[in-house]
């Protein structure tokens, strides 16, 4: 009990002395108990598989004593958060699985690479299978139904879900993020614990407001969606996910705004975010990565030179001794 107290406490007051995968999961539970209250036993099917695929790949990095920085629990579930509540079973096991497998994978031989492992696995399925994870259902009747995005686009601009149902959630989208309300609460915590950079989701909302304007679209409808501000506020805004340079974030949600909401007139639902917001991770990533191999060129390259030459001695095997022509005893006795 007084290891639970304490737990409270440095989470009342001392937030940022947390792990950072406890921030992240504090951050993501609004947005998880939002989405088990509105479509149920499908929501926690869902959140079972991954969690269970999560923690089978977490006992396996603690036994290969890999340095995670956070659980594949984590990674799983936000993966899984991103689909629809009626993506078949396969699809969902499939993305825990690969977004599980990708942290491995990550603190393994990346542990440096700013990547949210569980976005990047949904973006890949969702990329591969032509949007088999676009299967969204009514939260009142559980029948089928287009998220308000698409539902505007197919029906020529017209808004079927009022203000206060898109702000609570209670409308078809991803399981665990069509809850604007639970998004802000997420954000809040993340703010309070010193991991929210403001700047981001600042210059998304202008990034935004420029196609918005030329199109001469609803700001309100188009900027009112749980789902695109998840993917801005917890999963791009995160300062973990961000490179060190405090210039490059206000571009990284600018561009993310742009690109979310301009692709929409190409006829792209609510996941052109999450794509946008994958896309720009990995940009950052590779980036990062080519500089840090362009600064450790020489050492990189002999390390490469050596690992050669090893290989080569490897092949060939021992070079044998060869005769000098010295004298040896039996000549001497002879003589």
Same mark, same amino acid.
């Given at each position: ?106 603190? =393994? /031989?990346? #542990?440096?690479?700013? *990547?949210?492992? @569980?976005?990047?696995? &949904? $973006?890949?399925?969702? !990329?591969?299978? %032509? ?84 199109? =001469? /679209?609803? #700001?309100?409808?188009? *900027?009112?969606? @749980?789902?695109?501000? &998840? $993917?801005?506020?917890? !999963?791009?805004? %995160? ?87 010295? #004298? ?8």
């Amino acid at each position: 009990m007084g290891r639970v107290a304490k737990a409270l406490e440095k989470a009342a007051f001392e937030p940022s002395q947390l792990p950072a995968a406890a921030v992240t999961a504090i951050a993501i539970a609004p947005c998880v108990a939002m989405g088990l209250v509105f479509f149920k036993v499908p929501a926690l099917i869902l959140l079972a598989v991954a969690v269970g695929i999560g923690s089978v790949a977490h006992l396996a990095g603690r036994l290969a004593r890999l340095p995670l920085q956070t659980s594949p629990i984590l990674t799983a579930a936000i993966g899984v958060a991103l689909a629809g509540p009626a993506t078949p079973l396969q699809w969902i096991v499939l993305i825990a699985a690969a977004a599980a497998f990708l942290e491995l994978a990550r603190a =393994r /031989w990346a #542990p440096g690479a700013r *990547l949210q492992t @569980g976005l990047l696995a &949904f $973006a890949a399925i969702f !990329l591969a299978t %032509d949007g088999v994870t676009v299967a969204y259902v009514n939260p009142g009747s559980m029948k089928p139904l287009a998220e308000p995005i698409r539902f505007w686009l197919l029906y020529g601009g017209t808004t079927a879900f009022d203000p206060i149902r898109l702000y609570v959630g209670n409308v078809p989208g991803p399981v665990f993020a069509t809850s604007l309300m639970a998004v802000a609460v997420g954000a809040a915590w993340l703010w309070y614990a010193g991991r929210l950079s403001p700047a981001v989701g600042i210059s998304f909302a202008l990034g935004a407001a420029i196609p918005i304007t030329l199109l =001469r /679209w609803n #700001p309100a409808f188009q *900027l009112e969606s @749980g789902p695109a501000w &998840f $993917a801005v506020l917890l !999963l791009l805004a %995160d300062r973990r996910f961000l490179p060190t340079s405090n210039a490059a974030r206000p571009l990284l949600g600018l561009a993310a705004g742009m690109a979310g909401i301009a692709f929409r007139s190409r006829g792209y639902g609510i996941e052109v975010v999450f794509l946008a917001v994958a896309g720009l991770q990995l940009a950052v990533a590779l980036l990062e990565g080519a500089g840090w191999l362009i600064r450790r060129r020489q050492a990189a390259w002999a390390r490469l030179q050596g690992l050669r030459r090893s290989t080569n001695w490897s092949r060939r095997g021992p070079t044998p001794i060869r005769s000098t022509g010295a #004298p040896t005893s039996d000549s001497i006795s002879s003589m």
